[in-house]
């Protein structure tokens, strides 16, 4: 069955990166894309950017563009997600999901990490 | 950005109610705009994608319409374990954004 666990909570200080982890199973890693989407306290889902796992190219939210970076490592079947200079507003749970083709030329967020809990305080 | 606004944006019903929540587009999406429930603590759950498609596994008293701007998720016979928060998504073009959301409380 297809799964992605995530890597635990994180506490950073303002200015601090982190990185969180996504690792897949169940599937084939490079066949499907994976986006991430990060979820303030209660706020709406925001979504951070996507990588397309079988080359490695990514697409970032504007919004984010400048801090977040996301690799993956297809040994590992892991993608990653790291966002730098973190401020109080970056408090959030952090998603990865993967990103599937169905008919009619869609896609989907088929299934979602359990979400890491990313704290940013002083 | 397509911005997503969603009515109303808590709603108060009984188990055994039909339930109609509604996501409106700020500029045309066709029908790339799925639904997902949340529960506290959890991920985000897909429902429905391409408007009016039902995600594998989803109760059939869900159901989705609209296309264009406008929007619709149903439930047509609220149960016990619906009760949760629901966003709307859009896939038409990048950014990807969601709707407000909609939470749904026993009443």
């Known amino acids: 069955q297809v799964q992605l666990v995530q890597s635990g909570a994180e506490v950073k200080k303002p200015g601090a990166s982190v990185k969180v982890s996504c690792k897949a199973s169940?599937?084939?890693?490079?066949?499907?894309?994976m986006h991430w989407v990060r979820q303030a306290p209660g706020q709406r889902p925001e979504w951070m950017g996507w990588?397309?796992?079988?080359?490695?190219?990514?697409r970032y939210s504007e919004k984010f563009q400048v801090r977040v970076t996301i690799t993956r490592d297809t040994s590992a079947t892991t993608a990653y997600m790291e966002l730098s200079s973190l401020r109080s507003e970056d408090t959030a749970v952090y998603y990865c999901?993967?990103?599937?083709?169905?008919?009619?030329?869609?896609?989907?967020?088929?299934?979602w990490g359990q979400g890491t809990l990313v704290t940013v305080s002083s | 950005d397509i911005q997503l606004t969603q009515s109303p944006s808590f709603l108060s019903a009984s188990v055994g109610n039909r339930v109609t929540i509604t996501c409106r587009a700020s500029?045309?999406?066709?029908?790339?705009l799925a639904w997902y429930q949340q529960k506290p603590g959890k991920a985000p759950k897909l429902l429905i994608y391409?408007?009016?498609t039902l995600q594998s596994g989803v109760p059939s008293r869900f159901s989705g319409s609209g296309s264009g701007t406008d929007f619709t998720l149903t439930i047509s016979s609220l149960q016990p374990e619906d009760f949760a928060t629901y966003y709307c998504?859009?896939?038409?073009?990048?950014?990807?954004?969601f709707g407000g959301g909609t939470t749904v409380e026993i009443k």
């Open positions: 999901a993967r990103w599937a083709p169905v008919a009619g030329g869609h896609t989907i967020f088929d299934y």
């Open positions: 169940g599937y084939t890693f490079t066949s499907f894309a």
């Open positions: 990588i397309n796992v079988g080359n490695g190219n990514t």
């Open positions: 500029q045309g999406i066709t029908n790339y």
């Open positions: 391409a408007a009016s």
């Open positions: 998504q859009q896939l038409n073009s990048y950014p990807v954004t």
